[in-house]
């Protein structure tokens, strides 16, 4: 499964445990509108640590927060291998 389906699905999943009503989930989604709060970013990132192996946002010194579902994603498609 690639790296976008798997975020997709743990987005998923931990909205239905949160009980969080989330909209589509296009590229363009800001991260505001999803509905998560800080704890479910916050499982959001340990979960996709435990799954891929790295957390992006730690891993740079100038990281910066995503703003959109597609930055999200792909700060996770582009960490070196």
Do not use: C, W
Request: charged letters at 25%.
């Amino acid at each position: 499964m690639s790296v976008r389906l798997r975020i997709i699905a743990a987005i998923k999943q931990i909205a239905e445990e949160q009980k969080v009503a989330l909209p589509p989930l296009t590229d363009d989604l800001s991260l505001h509108e999803t509905g998560f709060d800080s704890l479910a970013f916050a499982i959001l990132v340990a979960r996709l640590e435990d799954d891929l192996g790295t957390d992006p946002f730690t891993l740079a010194e100038d990281a910066a927060f995503p703003h959109t579902i597609g930055d999200f994603i792909r700060a996770y498609e582009n960490v070196p291998a």
